[in-house]
Nanobody, 123 residues
């Protein structure tokens, strides 16, 4: 099983980015998937997660209303659309997948991880 994250970059405050995570090794209609981020000097924190079984989603309070998680099972890819970005969103973003269908918000509940993609929000 491999996850490959992409789409990070430099964006001005108020701007948008879409992160992608391609998954190989299992069907994307099976697991729950999620996005985490880690800012310099901070712990890795959950951002959003999605059950590919029933499409239930969850967002952290800090991104609710600004970020949207979605998936394209045909492409074995899931996404994180990030709008109205703020400097405090600056971090390395990681995608993750777990074999269970239910969503999970804790880092330790995920079985597979992508390599991370850097998002920098700065003017």
């Amino acid at each position: 099983v491999q996850l490959q994250a992409s789409g990070g970059g430099l964006v001005q405050p108020g701007g948008s980015l879409r992160l992608s995570c391609s998954v190989s090794g299992f069907l994307l209609d099976r697991p729950a998937v999620g996005w985490f981020r880690q800012a310099p000097g901070k712990e890795r924190e959950g951002v959003s997660c999605l059950s590919t079984w029933n499409d239930i989603t969850h967002y952290s309070d800090s991104v609710k209303g600004r970020f949207t998680i979605s998936r394209d099972a045909a492409k074995s890819t899931f996404y994180l659309q990030m709008d109205n970005l703020m400097p405090e969103d600056t971090a390395v973003y990681y995608c993750a997948a777990r074999l269970s269908r239910t969503i999970a918000t804790m880092r330790g509940e995920y079985d597979y991880w992508g390599q991370g993609t850097l998002v920098t929000v700065s003017s």
